[in-house]
């Protein structure tokens, strides 16, 4: 049964010429948030954006970037983010991640869940995610 858990969080999810790889969320409480990481590859060619997120798991779903200024990491929520054509955006820990704000339940590593991300020009991909320590 792990197995399938870890192989879930690590499948690709394609979506006109959009791929999602090496899904995964950390661990949270409820009422507290938590983030999502995975590697997003645009092979269409053409610029796209991700433009927001939705998940039934939390109050809001946002875009941020964060990064070390003054010697202090800061986290700043972003209006879009740029997928340049035939380039991949990592979202990891210190970067780009989708934030979930206001958890609606705990979240413990093995559980599963979903996040749907949203493009200005590609469909919607729903991400299958799986819950881990960094």
Same mark, same amino acid.
């Given at each position: 049964?792990?197995?399938?858990?870890?192989?879930?969080?690590?499948?690709?999810?394609?979506?006109?010429?959009?791929?999602?790889?090496?899904?995964?969320?950390?661990?949270?409480?409820?009422?507290?948030?938590?983030?999502?990481?995975? &590697?997003?590859?645009?092979?269409?060619?053409?610029?796209?954006? $991700? *433009?927001?997120?939705?998940? /039934? !798991? =939390?109050?809001?779903?946002?875009?941020?970037?964060?990064?070390?200024?003054?010697?202090?990491?800061?986290?700043?929520?972003?209006?879009?983010?740029?997928?340049?054509?035939?380039?991949? &955006?990592?979202?990891?820990?210190?970067?780009?991640?989708?934030? $979930? *704000?206001?958890?609606?339940? /705990? !979240? =413990?590593?093995?559980?599963?869940?979903?996040?749907?991300?949203?493009?200005?020009?590609?469909?919607?991909?729903?991400?299958?995610?799986?819950?881990?320590?960094?």
């Amino acid at each position: 049964l792990l197995a399938i858990i870890v192989l879930s969080g690590c499948g690709q999810k394609d979506t006109d010429g959009l791929s999602v790889e090496d899904v995964w969320a950390r661990p949270g409480l409820a009422e507290g948030n938590s983030a999502v990481f995975f &590697v997003l590859s645009n092979d269409t060619g053409a610029d796209d954006r $991700l *433009i927001s997120g939705s998940s /039934d !798991l =939390a109050e809001a779903v946002e875009l941020h970037k964060s990064s070390m200024v003054d010697g202090k990491m800061k986290m700043e929520m972003q209006q879009f983010i740029l997928l340049p054509g035939d380039d991949q &955006v990592v979202f990891k820990p210190g970067d780009f991640h989708v934030m $979930l *704000i206001g958890l609606h339940d /705990d !979240l =413990a590593v093995g559980d599963l869940f979903e996040v749907t991300l949203v493009f200005e020009s590609a469909e919607d991909i729903v991400l299958d995610v799986v819950v881990r320590e960094p």
